[in-house]
Each structure stands twice: as C-alpha cells, then as structure tokens.
C-alpha cells in the first residue's frame, strides 16, 4: 500500500476490499486491527485528497 501514490478510486476500492474482508468470520483479531489500521490510514489519504480539490476549486471559484 505505502510507497507508490494511488488515485482516489484506487483507495476506494481497497476500502472496499478491506470491508469486505472485515465482515468475514474467518479474520483473526490480529488481522483485524491490521485491516482497521490499513483502513484509517486509508481514510486520512482520501480526506486528504478531497480536501485538496476543495482548495483548488476555492481558488478557482475566487479568480
């Protein structure tokens, strides 16, 4: 996950999969708070993003 820059879709889908895999019974718990971990860091990636655009488009909206 870390290392190479991912799209805004490319993080929704691992979202998704990690959701998915979440909602399994067979994940042991270690592997759960991994998969949160994964997913928070995911989320933060994502506000980013969009909080990104937002700025760019009030810079936009102000020319």
């Known amino acids: 996950m870390a290392g190479k820059s991912?799209?805004?879709?490319?993080?929704?889908?691992?979202?998704?999969?990690i959701l998915e895999k979440?909602?399994?019974?067979?994940?042991?718990l270690e592997d759960s708070f991994k998969l949160y971990q994964d997913g928070m860091k995911?989320?933060?990636?994502?506000?980013q993003s969009i909080d990104k655009v937002e700025k760019e488009l009030v810079v936009i909206s102000e020319e």
Do not use: G, H, M
């Not at 991912?6 to 999969?17: G, N, V, W």
């Not at 979440?22 to 042991?28: A, G, H, N, P, Q």
């Open 6 to 17: 991912k799209t805004l879709e490319d993080s929704f889908a691992a979202l998704e999969q």
């Open 22 to 28: 979440l909602e399994t019974e067979e994940v042991s």
């Open 42 to 47: 995911l989320i933060k990636k994502c506000n």
